[in-house]
């Protein structure tokens, strides 16, 4: 869903620019308080992985492709903050680098993949665990749902602003791109159940979201 | 209880490194979601636009490489790699002075 330049008009490109900057300025703020020199590898290491997962495409029905994601998956093991700046990294180094997602449109693809996947995606993962019980059944409930919904939210997201660009009328690109991405969810969710249940096997005390206490990351070592 | 990270992190990278060498060439190369609704709702001619014209590894290739496979596995190595160390130190930078 990394959106090119030329879909999305110039003044939504700055409104969600500086929402996606002021949201990344807090979340620099959020990080310098609770990471300190353990986090630094890990932070290296999900991004690289979300980088190289995102390569891999996966077909869906009808000639479509799919790609994880991530946002969820970082979020559960790094905290959303950490999450969203990994997400931004991701998406300046694929613009910068490798021409995916279009420079003017860097401000929305960080906002509905960043602000959207792993803020919002974390907000109704926390949501769910929280409410299901925090046992482990529940965790792996909250991850799934959470993951297909951070891609049908984020999804939703870029159809919005395809509308308010006047790019393609809602109620063609609304349904449109939450139908395809419904179903580009459904991998999410398995890439990252799979991945996190695999991290927690080996090293549950590296998924700081499976806290018993659950408390929102404000647990740093 | 402090654990050592090397071997998570080892794992961990070479894991990302070894599904950009070897998985990435053989991805689906079909249209993804945005751009399958761009074509069937007839506005992905608008996305011809491009403003950064100075991406190196520009759609995942390594320009002088002409293999394709080669080339989308090498451009991924690249590309696991230099995020791995951007993370880790823009991490460095603004994680807390350990004063």
């Given amino acids: 869903m990394h959106i090119p330049d030329g879909f999305l008009s110039n003044s939504l490109n700055a409104a969600t620019f500086a929402i996606s900057a002021g949201t990344c300025a807090y979340g620099v703020k959020r990080v310098n308080r609770n990471f300190g020199e353990k986090e630094v590898p890990l932070m290296g290491v999900t991004a690289a992985f979300i980088f190289a997962a995102q390569m891999i495409n996966f077909p869906i029905a009808g000639g479509t492709s799919g790609h994880f994601l991530g946002a969820v998956f970082s979020s559960v093991l790094m905290g959303p903050w950490a999450s969203l700046l990994i997400m931004t990294i991701v998406l300046i180094v694929q613009c910068l680098g490798f021409a995916d997602g279009g420079l003017t449109a860097l401000g929305s693809n960080i906002f509905n993949m960043g602000v959207i996947g792993a803020l919002g995606g974390y907000g109704i993962f926390f949501i769910l665990y929280h409410s299901f019980g925090k046992s482990r059944k529940s965790f792996f409930i909250a991850l799934a749902a959470s993951s297909w919904l951070s891609i049908v939210m984020g999804a939703s997201a870029a159809a919005i602003e395809l509308a308010v660009s006047g790019t393609s009328p809602l109620k063609v690109a609304l349904p449109a791109m939450a139908g395809i991405h419904a179903l580009i969810g459904i991998g999410e969710a398995i890439i990252t159940t799979t991945a996190v249940s695999l991290i927690l096997k080996t090293r549950p005390d590296l998924v700081i979201s499976f806290a018993e206490k659950g408390a929102l990351h404000e647990k740093t070592t | ?99």
């Fill in chain 2, 1 to 99: 209880m402090k654990r050592r990270l090397d071997g998570f992190i080892w794992i961990g990278l070479g894991v990302s490194l070894l599904l950009a060498l070897f998985l990435s060439p053989f991805a689906s190369s079909s249209p993804d979601g945005l751009e399958k609704v761009a074509e069937t709702k007839g506005f992905s001619e608008k996305g011809d636009w491009k403003v950064w014209k100075y991406a190196p590894f520009s759609e995942y290739t390594v320009p002088w490489i002409k293999n394709e496979k080669v080339s989308t596995a090498l451009s991924g190595l690249i590309g696991t790699f230099a995020i791995f160390f951007i993370a880790m130190g823009i991490t460095k930078l603004i994680k807390r002075s350990t004063a």
